[in-house]
């Protein structure tokens, strides 16, 4: 579990609810504060909580309290917010197609507006993934897996096509959408071994075909452009450090891929006339050194780090270690998990507001859409949930509690939100349950304070503003996330 950098603070583990006094909800009524929480029982879904009180409040005798602090000066600013989302997979596509147009229109409203999530940074996978059924595919496949040099065979096709088709959907909902591509390997005509899934050896790029492999994020950024799907920023390889033989996979080394990007991709981008951006790496916190390596060898064409949430001992530090060393560089969390089997209720909220104390601009779910078998998959994660569940066969769909998790971020920091320093933060590493908080400045003037409890009691809140020395107390539930807007 993590432990946050930021500084601890004592907890008394006793539990006792808070009851408002009369003056209490007064003060709620005249603050023009609000709050909305998600708990893991499921009995609240971004639902309307009790408001904090501004000023000091005298918390329940005996009541469990916390204290957190941020700095809403010019001087505690920090990074600012791109939005939070998932991956649109072809499981994604094929499930939601499935429903009926009333609820997959209602769905698309709910996942992109302030109806729901309101969702502003999506990525979509570039041809077949470990979530897609078979067979695998790409945008340029031949008979025999033969070269194809000027791109006679290339085409999105049926799933491409309905892909590009749902973003396109998405982008008019949400008109500052921000959408990320990421291959899980290019054409196998490209590949050393001239195969898309069912080998590890020679599982690399032929450098033959260096001039054809920039060429084929050309078109692809072209064709998806065309259906009314702008690509704002590719990674060259989902996971360049993992090889698998039962999906789609490709080895990229960290010097290799900033020489691709440094003489192929970023030049033929640029040659085209594209505004898409490159982000390094796309994989896990553990290798530091991989995206560091490509930045250094290739800094003229990348806007970005990506990373993703499976290392052994995952540490979101490593992003602020990262930012001290670049402090340019913008950083992402592009890639977690939700399992209904394997992660907490907690997951999509831990690994949004981890890497957000860590200066990551967004974070993204692993995956957006699945059926109730956590499919279609071809390989790779067979017990992957997505923040949607839809039943195909009944025609209806649900949200997994990720899914709201997730949303009390996304429905309450904007796009262009900034981050804001802040303290009190801290996780007990012998249980792995405390109190994790982000808070954010919004372009509307108001300010976000999105507070996770792991503890299984309601504590007593207690925030402190550095601007006009405000104050704001209230309760939080047990095992719940809950957001605070302040005016």
Same mark, same amino acid.
């Given at each position: 579990m993590r432990s946050s950098s930021l500084a601890l603070w004592a907890l008394n583990a006793a539990c006792i609810a808070a009851v408002p006094s009369r003056h209490a909800l007064d003060s709620r009524q005249q603050s023009g504060a609000k709050a909305f929480c998600s708990s893991s029982d499921g009995k609240y879904k971004l639902s309307t909580l009790d408001a904090p009180v501004k000023g000091a409040a005298s918390p329940p005798a005996g009541a469990s309290q916390w204290e957190l602090s941020i700095d809403d000066t010019p001087a505690g600013r920090r990074q600012q917010i791109t939005g939070f989302g998932a991956a649109v997979t072809d499981a994604t596509v094929s499930v939601i197609n499935s429903l009926s147009a009333d609820q997959r229109a209602k769905l698309l409203k709910e996942l992109m507006t302030s109806e729901g999530a309101d969702f502003s940074l999506l990525r979509h996978t570039i041809g077949a993934s470990d979530l897609s059924a078979l067979p695998a595919y790409t945008y340029d496949d031949t008979d025999g897996n033969r070269e194809d040099k000027d791109f006679q065979s290339f085409g999105l096709g049926d799933r491409g096509g309905a892909m590009a088709d749902m973003l396109a959907e998405m982008k008019k909902l949400k008109p500052e959408l921000t959408i990320l591509g990421s291959p899980?390997?290019?054409?196998?005509? &490209?590949? #050393?071994?001239? %195969?898309? &899934?069912?080998? +590890?050896?020679?599982?690399?790029? !032929?450098?033959?075909? *260096?001039?054809?492999?920039?060429?084929?994020?050309?078109?692809?950024?072209?064709?998806?452009?065309?259906?009314?799907?702008?690509?704002?920023?590719?990674? #060259?390889?989902?996971?360049?450090?993992?090889?698998?033989?039962? $999906?789609?996979? $490709?080895?990229?080394?960290?010097?290799?891929?900033? %020489?691709?990007?440094?003489?192929? *991709?970023?030049?033929?981008? %640029?040659?085209?006339? #594209?505004? +898409?951006?490159?982000?390094?790496? !796309?994989?896990? +916190?553990?290798?530091?050194s991989y995206p560091q390596t490509v930045l250094d060898t290739a800094k003229e064409y990348i806007d970005a780090v990506a990373w993703h949430c499976y290392a052994t001992n995952n540490q979101w530090s490593v992003l602020s270690d990262f930012h001290a060393k670049n402090p340019d560089a913008a950083q992402y969390m592009t890639e977690c998990w939700t399992s209904s089997k394997h992660t907490p209720w907690h997951q999509a909220s831990s690994f949004t507001v981890g890497p957000l104390q860590n200066w990551a601009k967004g974070s993204l779910a692993w995956t957006l859409g699945t059926d109730t078998n956590d499919g279609p998959y071809l390989g790779g994660c067979d017990t992957c949930r997505g923040l949607v569940v839809v039943d195909t066969t009944a025609k209806t769909y649900s949200f997994s509690v990720d899914y709201y998790m997730m949303a009390q971020y996304s429905r309450y920091m904007p796009k262009g939100a900034t981050v804001l320093a802040g303290t009190g933060s801290y996780t007990y590493p012998d249980s792995g349950v405390g109190i994790q908080s982000v808070a954010t400045s919004n372009p509307d003037g108001t300010r976000t304070v999105v507070v996770e409890n792991t503890f299984g009691n309601d504590i007593y809140l207690t925030l402190n503003t550095t601007a006009k020395g405000e104050q704001w107390s209230g309760k939080i539930l047990a095992n719940s996330v809950v957001t605070w807007v302040l005016p």
């Open positions: 899980w390997a290019p054409p196998a005509w &490209m590949q #050393l071994d001239r %195969k898309l &899934m069912g080998g +590890t050896e020679k599982n690399n790029l !032929d450098h033959a075909y *260096v001039d054809q492999y920039a060429q084929y994020f050309v078109k692809y950024i072209q064709a998806y452009a065309a259906k009314g799907a702008p690509i704002d920023a590719i990674t #060259l390889q989902n996971e360049p450090l993992n090889s698998q033989s039962g $999906m789609p996979t $490709m080895y990229v080394y960290a010097d290799e891929s900033g %020489k691709l990007i440094r003489d192929n *991709v970023g030049p033929a981008l %640029k040659q085209a006339g #594209l505004k +898409t951006s490159v982000w390094a790496y !796309d994989h896990n +916190t553990d290798q530091p």
